[in-house]
């Protein structure tokens, strides 16, 4: 009896385990592929060495450093990866974090997000949906009327003007 309710357990405890590795590795097969897809040397070869850390690599540029913190034309920000359009200079807005910050994405479609836990903490991390490029995170101190703050670096956009 004490026997077979050991064994009981054991089996429970292997099956509620092999579970969860299915459950990993159902999201791994689902990782998206994206319409833009190059190799670590692709990438190193079309981007600045500063580009590739931020947009391939997830790296951060400095605060108050980049390009675009400041910069008040009016255009469209686009992916420096692949072109594809991110932002509207209308949805810009001063964060005082040293980031250039947005209330929106163009669209929907244009970002995707992902969970992101590194350094201990749990953010909500924004890419490029056609390239899968790091852009930067997505906090909800932001402005009204979505209340979200898209912290990008400046590094990882290019600018279109109007
Ligand atoms: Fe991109």
Known sequence: MNTKFISFVIILFVA????????DHDEKEKRKKYEVSKSEDEWKSILSPEEFDVLRNKGTE???????????????YTCAGCG?????????????????????PIKGSAIDIEIDRSFGTVREEIL????????????????????????????????KKK
């Open 128 to 159: 490029c949906s056609r390239c899968g490029g790091h852009l930067g995170h997505v906090f909800n101190d932001g402005p009204k009327p979505t209340g979200l703050r898209y912290c990008v670096n400046s590094i990882s956009l290019d600018f």
């Open 84 to 104: 594809n359009e991110l932002f509207d200079s209308k949805t810009k807005y001063n964060s005082g974090s040293g980031w250039p910050s947005f209330y929106r």
């Open 62 to 76: 400095y605060a108050f450093t980049g390009e675009y913190y400041l910069f008040k034309e009016k255009g469209i």
């Open 16 to 23: 509620v385990g092999s579970s969860y590795c299915q459950v």
